[in-house]
């Protein structure tokens, strides 16, 4: 055991990591890449699927011989991935038709709209426990096959893609799935992944035929759905390959769940919140799907082999960490770091609100046509401003999603588990503890993600034995407390909601 890892592949929206785990749950090995963001026009986002490939293959490699570890110490690979990206690969070379859709892509909201005029939005979310949405994948891979380049499968016809896809020839997934491919030659997703497709059914547990008709997606085009941790594992990396060794790759989780999953949260009435390029605010609603009545998911948690399926409540909001990446974008800052030393400068942001609706609002607000908006500005309003707005943007979307979730299942928020890369930031955590007036717990590993996908795939392969074990793991690092009066948050807060008000419905030509 002592000379045993697990090691986990995050991959991410702006780039892939690979981190090892000893037996503690302590880091031992890490490496990172990025990869291209690209925006063919305003609204849309891809990825390269095969540069994400290349990447995987680079950081694992990277990361094992900075350690000086080889790939037979590892006792199995887990997986964990931005949820949603979709792509559409040929069966037979593995050759992606078009690049992946990005889960921020914002192409088919038309889509959408045709489909809430047609009043499909309860029956999907019923099916499904999701917002209607071009966040999800469901239309990101019906566009693909009406819109991907014929040329890239040696066809004249842009019909031919539905063809081939009709005729089995084509596969989808999300990234996970793509990277199983991959690395095992199988065509397999988890149940979490399968959940956020918009395309399979919550509560039976299966892919739904009258979505995948709805959306013109053939039955073979859809992986294989299996428990999240999986002792039948979902195959092995070839002898031959990239790593020279058969590890076994056994667990995965999209990346919010795997977060879930690496906080321990493993309790009905836990929760985390993950500070990402978004952030994703997950409570375990145990064995039952609790239906939002305020603009939540009702997603898969995560399951463990021969278990039932643990369900949880999740609000997804598409910008946080983004935001602070534009601030640097624009010049505003020169690096994240000193966000929290120019937001101490000032004592307020002197009324002014940053709403990041970049790529629309998720939850509990869902509409894909709003967008950034700084209000409250005067000649008095100086860069410090902006920055603390930016900061206290994150959490009042977060407060947002708190009291949602309060009103959909009862229990009151005490402590909020919390991580991610924008957790470091001290100054924020005081400010979201302050916010929405609950303790927040950060633990000594904040990568919580790829350690999530590590414990599910160490657990199907006995590396772990039970959960307590992984409960174990879990430490602290730092608690904040509120230091703001409650009604001095109230008011504040009360602010933020004309703000997000002037930012609704407001891109009208896309």
Partial sequence: MA????????????????????????????AYEQHEQIYPEPGWVEHDPVEIWENTKDVVTTGLEDAGLEATQLAALGITNQRETTIVWDAETGDPVHNALVWQDRRTTDRVEEIQEEDKVEWIRGKTGLECDAYFSATKVEWILDNADPIKLQRSRPEDVRDRAEAGELLMGTIDTWLIYNLTGNHITDVTNASRTMLYNIHDLAWDHELMEE?????????????????ETYGT??????????????????????????????????AKN??????????????????????????????RS???????????????????????????????????ELAR???????????????????????????????????????????????ESIAYQTRDIAEAMEADSGVDTTSLRVDGG???????????????????????????????????????????????????????DRSFEPEMEAEDADAMYDRWDDAVERSLDWAQEE
């Fill in 215 to 231: 959306f013109g997606v053939p039955e073979s085009m859809v992986p294989e759905v299996r428990p999240s941790s999986d002792e």
């Fill in 422 to 476: 924008a957790v470091k930031n001290n100054f924020l955590c005081q400010l979201q503890s302050d916010i929405i007036q609950t303790e927040i717990a950060r633990p000594e590993v904040d990568e919580t993600t790829a350690l999530g996908s590590a414990y599910a795939a160490g657990l199907a392969v006995g590396y772990w034995d039970t959960i307590n074990e992984l409960r174990s793991n879990w430490q602290v």
């Fill in 345 to 391: 400068s000032v004592d307020s942001t002197d009324g002014v609100y940053m709403v990041p609706a970049f790529t629309g609002l998720g939850a509990p607000h869902w509409d894909g046509r709003a967008r950034g908006t700084i209000v409250g500005m005067t000649r008095g309003t100086r860069r410090e401003h902006i920055v603390r707005a930016t900061l």
């Fill in 274 to 303: 993950t500070y990402g390029t978004g952030s994703f605010y997950l409570m375990n609603t145990g064995e039952e799907a609790v239906e939002s009545d305020h603009g939540l998911l009702t997603t898969i948690g995560f399951q």
């Fill in 237 to 270: 990396t070839d002898a031959d390959g990239f790593l020279g060794a058969e590890v076994p790759v056994a667990g995965a989780l999209g990346d919010q769940q795997a977060a879930l999953f690496g906080q321990t949260c493993f309790d009905e009435g836990d």
């Fill in 3 to 30: 000379d045993t890892y697990v090691g986990a592949i995050d991959q991410g929206t702006t780039g892939t990591r690979f981190m090892v785990f000893d037996h503690s749950g302590q880091v031992v090995a890490n």
């Fill in 306 to 340: 021969g278990e039932p399926v643990n369900y949880a409540l999740e609000g997804s909001i598409f910008i946080t960490g983004a935001a602070i990446e534009w601030l640097d974008d624009v010049d505003l800052i020169e690096d994240a770091a000193e966000t929290a």
